[in-house]
């Protein structure tokens, strides 16, 4: 069984960046699409990017297209998500979920696994 177990998370300014990692215990990530989603107070949990088994295809929430990146790097069973130009409203905690049986899903739904989450923190 796959778990992933995120880090990278913490306080900064609008406008600043932060890169979050998505790494693997137990197992690894081959073969499993990966997908960063969040929580925000008070909201549901949302979609914000995911990527395929490897690498090839990633797709994006509008809200952080042309923002945020998320890349893989398979030798070392790691996904990131590289976000840049963070916003108040990026703040909430951000979970790594992986799938062995969808690709390019945007539903919690078509994940197995989650990580427990990492808080991202934008003050104004």
């Known amino acids: 069984q796959v778990q992933p177990v995120e880090s990278g998370g913490g306080l900064v300014q609008a406008g600043d960046s932060l890169r979050l990692s998505c790494s693997a215990s137990?197992?690894?990530?081959?073969?499993?699409?990966v997908a960063w989603f969040r929580r925000a107070p008070g909201k549901e949990r949302e979609f914000v990017a995911g990527t395929t088994w490897d690498g090839v295809s990633t797709y994006y929430a509008d809200s952080v297209k042309g923002r945020f990146t998320i890349s893989r790097d398979n030798a070392k069973n790691t996904v990131y998500l590289q976000m840049n130009n963070l916003k108040p409203e990026d703040t909430a905690v951000y979970y790594c979920?992986?799938?062995?049986?969808?690709?390019?899903?945007?539903?919690?739904?078509?994940?197995?696994?989650w990580g427990q989450g990492t808080q991202v923190t934008v003050s104004p």
């Open positions: 979920a992986t799938s062995t049986w969808t690709s390019g899903s945007r539903s919690s739904a078509g994940y197995d696994y």
């Open positions: 137990g197992r690894t990530f081959s073969g499993h699409t």
